[in-house]
Nanobody, 124 residues
Framework: QVQLVESGGGLVQAGDSLRLSCTAS????????MGWFRQAPGKEREFVAAISWSGQSTAYGDPEVGRFTISRDNAKNTGYLQMNSLKPEDTATYYC?????????????????WGQGTQVTVSS
């Protein structure tokens, strides 16, 4: 199993940047894809970004293309989500997810392991 802990959320103004981190522990020697999802109150969980084990393959949800960048440092067992030009509609709880395998995965139901979430609030 792998355990995930997110950090880096907070309250920012529109146009600001934040970098979220997701640190994995447990069985991290096996390859695993990582993803970021978000959920706003009253809305369904939404795909944000995903990255393969090697970091060479990435995918983004439509609203995030060009503003968000996903990356990872396997030596530190940590994944990152750099968020630039934040908008009030980016306000949500952001979750990190992991699934064993070398690829990346787009659907929430494809991930077995989840962090507890970190809150991102963007004021206008």
């Amino acid at each position: 199993q792998v355990q995930l802990v997110e950090s880096g959320g907070g309250l920012v103004q529109a146009g600001d940047s934040l970098r979220l981190s997701c640190t994995a522990s447990g069985r991290t020697a096996s390859s695993y894809g990582m993803g970021w999802f978000r959920q706003a109150p009253g809305k369904e969980r939404e795909f944000v970004a995903a990255i393969s084990w090697s970091g060479q393959s990435t995918a983004y949800g439509d609203p995030e293309v060009g503003r968000f960048t996903i990356s990872r440092d396997n030596a530190k067992n940590t994944g990152y989500l750099q968020m630039n030009s934040l908008k009030p509609e980016d306000t949500a709880t952001y979750y990190c997810a992991a699934q064993y395998g070398g690829s990346y995965y787009l659907g929430a139901d494809e991930y077995e392991y989840w962090g507890q979430g970190t809150q991102v609030t963007v004021s206008s």
